[in-house]
C-alpha cells in the first residue's frame, strides 16, 4: 500500500457531506462525481443552459458561436470499460463547445500496462488536458482521481464521472431528470411522480444515481421492481428513508405495479458483475420484462425509459408507442453533458446571453 493509498482510504471514510467539499472550487461545483452533489439549483441551472444550447445550435451561426466558448480548453476521455452513448455523447458535447478532445478506451494501449500506477497515468492525463472524463470498472476510480488531483497535484482540471462500477453514473441520472422534467412539462414536472425502477437495482448504477437525485424533487414517490436477489441496495434504501422519499418494493413481478407509474426506468441486467460465470441467469427474471401486452395497462401520459443499452427487457415493438422515450432520452445526454461542462467552466453565462 503507498502513501496515497493510506490517504485515500482516510478520505473513502469520510462522510458524503465532507467529501462533496473536495469536489467544489470557491463553492461552485468542479468535479462531477456524485449524484448527492447536485441540488436543485444546479440541476435547474443545467436544464435551462441544455435548453439554450439546442436552441442556438439549430442554426450554423449559433453553432459556430457556440464552438468558440472552450476551444481555448482540452478534455481527455478516459474510457476503460465499454461504452456507446456515454463516451460519444461526451465527445460530441465536447466539440459542440469547441473543445479538443483525446482518448484511451482500452487501458492495453496506455502505459499501465508498463507498470505504471493508476495515480501516475491520471496525473498524465491531466498533463496534457483541463477536463479528464472517466469511466471505470472500480467504483471509487472517478473518486479518487478528483481526490488526487484536488489535493495532491498543482493541477486540478475538473473530473467528471462517466459510470464507476456498480455504484454512480451521475451524469446519466443529470440527463434522466432533464427527460423526466420535459415529459412532464404540461403536468407540473416531476414533482408528486411515481417512478418505477425495474431490472437490476443492486448492480445499475444508473437506477442508484437516479435515485439520489429525487431528494430534489417534493412528492417523487419509488417503486423498486426487480426479484430479491436484484433488489435496491440498503445505501440507497437508508438515503431515501432520510430524505423523507417514500419507496416500495415489488418482488413477484411488473406487471402489477405497471399501473401506478408516472415513468417506467428499465434496466438490464448487469451480468458484466457478476462473481462467477453464469450467476445471473441463475435467477429468473422474465417477469421484470416490459412486453407489448403490458401497454394497455401503462398511463396514458406515462414514459418509458432504459438508460440502454438493453436486452429483451424491453420488446423493440414498443420502440413505437409515443410513451417510449428512451431514444430522446439518448439524445437528452448529449446536450445536457454539453451543459454540465459549460457550468463546470463557468462559461454558461455567455450562452444564455446569446
Ligand atoms: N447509458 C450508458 O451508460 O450507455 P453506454 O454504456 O453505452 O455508455
Redesign the pocket.
Known amino acids: 500500500m503507498t502513501i496515497l493509498d493510506e490517504r485515500f482510504r482516510k478520505f473513502e471514510m469520510l462522510p458524503n457531506e465532507e467529501k462533496i467539499k473536495c469536489f467544489e472550487l470557491n463553492g461552485r461545483l468542479f468535479d462531477m462525481i456524485l449524484s448527492q452533489q447536485l441540488n436543485r439549483q444546479v440541476l435547474d441551472d443545467i436544464y435551462k443552459i441544455t435548453n439554450r444550447l439546442r436552441t442556438i445550435a439549430k442554426s450554423k451561426a449559433g453553432s459556430v458561436f457556440l464552438q468558440t466558448v472552450l476551444c481555448h480548453k482540452r478534455a481527455m476521455l478516459y474510457f476503460a470499460?465499454?461504452?456507446?452513448?456515454?463516451?460519444l455523447?461526451f465527445e460530441n458535447a465536447c466539440h459542440i463547445l469547441g473543445m479538443k478532445t483525446s482518448e484511451i478506451r482500452d487501458p492495453s494501449v496506455s502505459s499501465e500496462v508498463k507498470g505504471e500506477s493508476y495515480d501516475d497515468s491520471l496525473r498524465t492525463f491531466s498533463s496534457y488536458t483541463d477536463l479528464i472524463i472517466i469511466?471505470h470498472k472500480g467504483q471509487n476510480m472517478a473518486e479518487r482521481s478528483a481526490w488526487l488531483l484536488n489535493t495532491c497535484t498543482n493541477r486540478p482540471v475538473p473530473v467528471i464521472n462517466?459510470?464507476s462500477g456498480s455504484d454512480q453514473?451521475p451524469t446519466?441520472a443529470i440527463l434522466d431528470v432533464y427527460t423526466l422534467q420535459r415529459s412532464f412539462e404540461d403536468q407540473g414536472g416531476l414533482e408528486g411522480k411515481t417512478i418505477l425502477m425495474c431490472g437490476d437495482l443492486k448492480r445499475g448504477r444508473?437506477v442508484r444515481s437516479l435515485s439520489y437525485l429525487m431528494k430534489n424533487f417534493e412528492g417523487v414517490r419509488i417503486i423498486y421492481a426487480a426479484p430479491k436477489i436484484f433488489q435496491m441496495r440498503e445505501d440507497v434504501c437508508s438515503f431515501l428513508e432520510r430524505h423523507n422519499i417514500p419507496y416500495v418494493v415489488e418482488l413477484e413481478e411488473l406487471e402489477k405495479v405497471l399501473p401506478e407509474a408516472d415513468a417506467i426506468y428499465m434496466t438490464r441486467i448487469q451480468d458484466e458483475h457478476d462473481e462467477y460465470a453464469g450467476e445471473s441467469k441463475k435467477t429468473d427474471s422474465s417477469r421484470f420484462m416490459l412486453k407489448v401486452s403490458h401497454l394497455a395497462s401503462l398511463r396514458p401520459n406515462a414514459i418509458i425509459m432504459h438508460?440502454?443499452?438493453r436486452r429483451d427487457e424491453i420488446d423493440v415493438a414498443i420502440d413505437a408507442d409515443p410513451r417510449a422515450m428512451y431514444w430522446r432520452q439518448e439524445r437528452n445526454?448529449m446536450w445536457s453533458r454539453a451543459a454540465l461542462i459549460a457550468y463546470i467552466f463557468n462559461v454558461h453565462q455567455q450562452i444564455m446571453d446569446y
Open positions: 470499460q465499454p461504452s456507446s452513448r456515454t463516451f455523447s469511466r462517466g459510470g453514473h446519466q444508473t438508460p440502454f443499452p445526454g
